[in-house]
């Protein structure tokens, strides 16, 4: 391939860069003849930390800006935490590879009590309505609290007293080295994450086959299946990240086991399926529980989530 240093665009956050720096080993890797540089990109997201990312104007406010920098040609890959990346992106640009899946649950960093273990009125932070619903779900009597920031904003808050727990993504404990400071992982049975929860995803020029066949050779195929019957869900629900909407594929074999969840705005009314494919029909399957919600009331439920 006839270019120079190829630049791979990240967020400026640690997480973000730590992400980044994953998906450049691993094409160092794939690519040991190539030059790679990582650079950063500030977005809508990084320099507002005060919008709600239940509201329908935080739609891609981690990804907007890396999405114009691939299109200007300043950086030539974008690594993205594909949670945050909307389904619907611009006709120019694509989806090309994931990496390997970290674990996909949420987990919950206290001061040293369980989840069960936390007394009523307990505050737990959290930016997701989906995980504030499915707390309200599991522990009625606790009290979900909204808070932005990075990770160690946010773990912050538990030594201020400001909160007494908060949940966050497993993978991005993993990921930053903090393992040690997770009190518990959440089941999925009571946490279904967010759609692409754990995936590494990498965004390209859809003309750009040079960079396309270098991607191709990272790209993790059980998590691609998994990641496209979860965007497929998604996008077929219409909902974005305004509604509270959580998905998790896992391969078993042969087949693909997706299990998908819708609740109201409100967290009063909740919806859950599941349903089996075959290995290659990750789009159908993501499609299919989509519409199986949305024929047993999904429909009415996003309707109230695009009101508010």
Known sequence: MERGKIVIGSRGSRLALIQAEYVAVELRAACPDKEFE??????????????????????????????????????????????????????????????????PRDVLITRGE?????????????GSPRRSIQLSTYR???VARNIRGNIETRLKKIQSG???????????MIRLGWEKRITQYLSVDDFLPSAGQGVIGIEIRQSDDDINGLVSQINSFPTWQCAIAERVFLNTLG????????????????????DGMVASSDGTKMLRSSRKGGLNSAEETGRDLAQE?????????????AVN
């Open 140 to 142: 009625p009597d606790l």
């Open 114 to 126: 369980r989840l069960d273990e936390l007394k009523a009125g307990s505050r737990i932070g959290t």
């Open 38 to 103: 990582i650079k950063k990109i500030v977005t809508g997201g990084d320099r507002n930390r005060s919008i709600q990312l239940g509201n329908i104007n935080s739609i891609g406010i981690f990804t907007k800006e890396l999405e114009e920098a691939l299109l200007d040609k300043r950086i030539d890959l974008a690594v993205h935490s594909l949670k945050d990346m909307p389904t619907i992106i611009p006709e120019q640009l694509c989806l090309a590879g994931v990496l390997e899946r970290s674990d």
């Open 162 to 172: 400001e909160v007494d727990g908060v949940i966050l993504a497993a993978a991005a």
């Open 293 to 305: 919600l949305l024929g047993i009331g999904a429909a009415k439920l996003l309707e109230g989530a």
């Open 239 to 258: 909902g974005g990240c305004r509604a509270p909407i959580a998905a998790l594929a896992a391969l078993d074999g042969e087949q693909l086991h997706l």
